[in-house]
């Protein structure tokens, strides 16, 4: 089948097969596929591209997993490992700047911080700043919260909910195929324990995003099950709001590739496709930190409309060698929206409308 022949169903409002969509992945013709991820972004978004104030916080660094693409984690003792206090997290929950709408708090899985740590650390940061949304926790950690707990995923999300957890972010999906999980993840749950836990949470009322870590080991045919996986759950659920493509970093991580960093033409192919594929999420989320701010710019020509938030502190990705910035000023980043032609919209994490910039058409 042929590129045009997609197109038309994607022109058509009819949902594109894996075969279709591994096809498209086999294309280089990088503007046909622009156009066509576009006429799906705007029929969804029209001209608007989001971005959110929000400031991001690590707890910990120390994993019992340690993943073979993790540059971040740590064992407990090593040098660099840290682990902040309740009382360092509203510490830096305090210097956020006025405005902000999110907090965005992921770790490692720590191997002695008791589940109440986190019910506390919840806690505290919805008493002192009742407004702002609390997106938290990798479907990984609540997995490993419900181990240290003893407690049902149900209820393990639930008394989190109830201490303020607001939605969860979408980290830890990474690839979901078994063999490519095994090679680069072996100690972290299974693609199909991912995939229950983020049912669970949807059943329960807790919104949530999805990723995929590319760019390592896997072949195109994992990229497309992966999303096949997420295109079915989120038939069932409807609970996802965003699918965030995570570009892999190599420095520091004990991946060996014969290259080293994703290309540009692979990441916009990618973000590309995920829009054309997944035609019942609502949103294409180029995160700038690991895109760079230039590529998540021109993304928004390729299906993409959101790129994420001013986020002040990132360690992830910038323990892997990212060479972004940690942080963009609401100026800078509506700054790059405008420039690519687009309606800057800052949201909340629920893709409330906090305020409508001007449209500037270049
Ligand atoms: O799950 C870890 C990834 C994720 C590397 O939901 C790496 O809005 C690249 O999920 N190279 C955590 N990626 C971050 C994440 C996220 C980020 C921003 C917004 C949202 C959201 C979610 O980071 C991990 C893993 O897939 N990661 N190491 C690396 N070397
Ligand atoms: Fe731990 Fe998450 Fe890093 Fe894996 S990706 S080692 S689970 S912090």
Wanted: glycine share 6%; aromatic share 10%; charged share 25%.
């Amino acid at each position: 089948m042929s590129i045009n022949k997609i197109a038309n169903k994607v022109y058509t409002d009819e949902r594109i097969t894996t075969d279709e969509a591994l096809e498209l992945f086999n294309s280089n013709d990088i503007i046909q596929l622009g156009r066509i991820a576009s006429f799906a972004a705007e029929k969804k978004n029209g001209k608007s591209a989001y971005f959110i104030h929000n400031r991001h916080i690590n707890p910990t660094n120390i994993c019992v997993n340690r993943c073979k693409f993790c540059a971040f984690s740590k064992d407990k003792g090593e040098d660099g490992s840290y682990q902040l206090s309740v009382e360092d997290i509203l510490a830096k929950a305090r210097s956020s700047e006025k405005g902000v709408t999110e907090f965005h708090i992921v770790g490692g899985l720590h191997p002695d911080l008791p589940f109440e740590f986190y019910l506390d650390m919840l806690m505290a940061l919805k008493r002192e700043f009742p407004a702002i949304h609390v997106q938290a926790f990798t479907a990984v950690e609540i997995d490993y919260f419900s181990r240290i707990s003893n407690l049902p995923i149900k209820e393990t999300l639930w008394r989190l909910k109830q201490a303020g957890l607001g939605s969860m972010p979408g980290g830890g999906a990474e690839i979901f195929n078994a063999n490519v999980r095994n090679a680069i993840c072996e100690e972290k749950i299974t693609g199909k324990r991912w995939l229950e836990v983020m049912e669970i949470a949807h059943s329960i009322g807790l919104r949530s995003n999805a990723t995929m870590l590319y760019g390592h080991i896997e072949v195109y045919k994992d990229r497309v099950e992966h999303m096949n996986s997420l295109r079915e759950l989120q038939d069932r659920t409807g609970g996802f709001q965003a699918f965030i493509p995570l570009p892999f970093h190599p420095k520091n991580t004990k991946i060996d590739r014969p290259f080293k960093e994703t290309t540009g033409l692979d990441d916009l192919k990618t973000l590309a496709i995920s829009r054309i594929f997944l035609d019942n999420f609502a949103h294409i989320k180029a995160f700038w930190i690991m895109l760079g701010e230039k590529m998540a710019q021109v993304s928004l020509n390729f299906g993409v409309d959101d790129i994420d938030g001013t986020v002040v502190e990132e360690k992830i990705t910038h323990s892997a060698g990212a060479a972004t910035a940690e942080e963009m000023t609401k100026d800078e980043i509506i700054n790059l929206i405008k420039k690519a032609d687009k309606i800057p919209i800052e949201r909340d994490t629920l893709y409330n409308i906090v305020k409508e910039y001007e449209y500037a058409s270049v």
